[in-house]
T-cell receptor, first 113, second 120 residues
Framework: AQKVTQAQTEISVVEKEDVTLDCVYETRDTTYYLFWYKQPPSGELVFLIRRNSFDEQNEISGRYSWNFQKSTSSFNFTITASQVVDSAVYFC??????????FGDGTTLTVKP | DAGVIQSPRHEVTEMGQEVTLRCKPI?????LFWYRQTMMRGLELLIY????????DSGMPEDRFSAKMPNASFSTLKIQPSEPRDSAVYFC??????????????????FGAGSRLTVL
């Protein structure tokens, strides 16, 4: 069975601070996919980033970056220079080859001006 | 493309009534997923389809829930009879599979805006 754990329930930062959201996953699959989604107060779910299990290269995309480490089964997500508009619930998700996605419980990020 | 379209956006009904939620996936997407979101249980996968065929319905709570996908552009999730504990936001999502390998774009879910169901 697949499992995603987001230990941080809520995080509060002041604008322009960097913030890292933690995600730990469990799977027996050798091929899998990891995602981060954002759910702003309006309620929709928006895709942010994706990583395949066979590619541990970490990247930066604008203010977003991620750290994927298979050895610790972690897929952490960092927002640099946070903004008020980043306030949302962030979900880490694990997908198997068939596309079935398991979501973590989410981390509520509040960015204060 | 208009994205994944769900209707109704809000539904308030009384216990025992039948509820039908609808979803139009993105054209060309061959996977369709139904998720339910509640405070207590988070985001739960109810069922998903591939090429209109139900693949995994192990998340469907009980026989009161049923889902169909009669064609590639339409799916329904039906609850009959509805109960107060069914109150939740129901999301439909669609995706496509681009294969394996370093350049694969695996199963990015595009979600609809959700249908907020309240059962009194």
């Amino acid at each position: 069975a697949q499992k995603v754990t987001q230990a941080q329930t809520e995080i509060s930062v002041v604008e322009k601070e960097d913030v890292t959201l933690d995600c730990v996953y469990e799977t027996r699959d050798t091929t899998y996919y990891l995602f981060w989604y954002k759910q702003p107060p309006s309620g929709e779910l928006v895709f942010l980033i994706r990583r395949n299990s066979f590619d541990e290269q970490n990247e930066i995309s604008g203010r977003y970056s991620w750290n994927f480490q298979k050895s610790t089964s972690s897929f952490n997500f960092t927002i640099t220079a946070s903004q008020v508009v980043d306030s949302a619930v962030y979900f880490c998700a694990l997908s198997d080859k068939a596309g079935k996605s398991t979501f973590g419980d989410g981390t509520t990020l509040t960015v204060k001006p | 493309d208009a994205g994944v379209i769900q209707s109704p956006r809000h539904e308030v009904t009384e216990m025992g009534q039948e509820v039908t939620l609808r979803c139009k996936p993105i054209s060309g997407h061959d996977y369709l997923f139904w998720y339910r979101q509640t405070m207590m249980r988070g985001l739960e996968l109810l069922i998903y389809f591939n090429n209109n065929v139900p693949i995994d319905d192990s998340g469907m709570p009980e026989d009161r829930f049923s889902a169909k996908m009669p064609n590639a552009s339409f799916s329904t999730l039906k609850i009959q009879p509805s109960e107060p504990r069914d109150s939740a936001v129901y999301f439909c999502a669609s995706s496509f599979w681009t294969g394996y390998g370093p350049l694969s774009g695996a199963n990015v879910l595009t979600f609809g805006a959700g249908s907020r169901l309240t059962v009194l």
